[in-house]
């Protein structure tokens, strides 16, 4: 899948939409896709659904999702999200959301009501090239359509018929064109599980300051996730680098930080909640969220869970704000005291 397109998109909306004072902007994601990027089961745990609460960590989410400090703050001006006015001024609508019509119901509005033809090239799930090339790797690497699952939800909701959706997600990829993109990027043939990993020797650096130094030499994608210091590389009798001799690497990300176990109360918790969203789990309290992987969607469902646990009130946005254990666990016990000192 193309990384940052959405982002990018809803940055240059917000920001033309400021400048000419247009106050609502209408997102195009289906009802799956929705349900997939925006809501988690944690939401829904309540007997009675608190909608408006819904939305505020839907918005809350967004804004945090606009202030994470990645490559397209780092390549476009992202400043109108500094200040939370501009979600004041600008709305997003999730059109699917608010709306019971129907995939075919539309296209046959269209059809009857206005001079349109469907392009061929557009409007479907293949809607340009970058995306059939992730929906081909994806179909390579994973065995199914990285459409697949929010276009399932799309027909359960009803919002597309079984056989619309699976029109669109056979849908023929130009494949020779796809390859030649693939050559000119330099995407290699590999698994899921394989990963870019760089072993150096030398001054032993930090992970954020190797990746740092890398962003300004190389594009994204050329950037190692893993990063592994050695005092000295192992060498084959030709003096070639000797792969098979290269030290292994464990699943988890590579972190900048020694492991801290949990020192308290609040951080066993808090270990507890984010070893089982982020699936990992030996979490130092300095591991920070974002380094770990975290998303805003993981976010939502952290700060839901933080909320079930300590019985407290937490915005998603405080994830980010404090994004290691230890800083998380500190804010929640400050806030906890307060609230204690203005009962008494």
Known sequence: MCNGCFQTIYTLSTQIALDKGIPFIITGLSRG??????????LFWKDDVDIEGIDNIILNARKAYHQVDDAVKRLLDTS????????????????????DVSLDEMLRYLDERLPWVRPTDTGRSTNCLINQVGIFVHK?????????????????IGHKTREASLDEINEEIDEPEVRRIMSEIGYEDVT????LVAYFTGKEKTTGELRNYLAKHLPEYMIPTH?????ELPLTTNGKIDRN???????APEIDTAYIAPSNEFEEILHEIWSEVLNIQ???????????????????????????????EIPVNKVFEYPTIAELGTHIEGVI????????
């Open 33 to 42: 896709q929705f349900f997939e990027t925006r809501l988690t089961e944690e």
């Open 80 to 99: 109108v999200f500094d200040e939370d006015e501009t979600f004041e001024k600008v709305q997003f609508v999730d059109y699917y959301r608010y709306t």
């Open 140 to 156: 390579k690497e994973q065995g199914y359509s990285n459409y697949a699952f929010p276009y399932s939800w799309d027909v359960r």
């Open 192 to 195: 899921s599980k394989s990963r």
């Open 227 to 231: 990063f592994k210091h050695l005092d």
């Open 245 to 251: 001799a290269l030290p292994a690497l464990s699943d």
């Open 282 to 312: 030996q979490i130092g309290v300095q591991d920070n969220f974002l380094m770990l992987g975290g998303t805003s969607l993981a976010a939502i469902r952290i700060a839901t869970r933080m909320e079930e646990a300590f019985e407290l």
């Open 337 to 344: 005291l307060e609230l204690l000192e203005n009962d008494m």
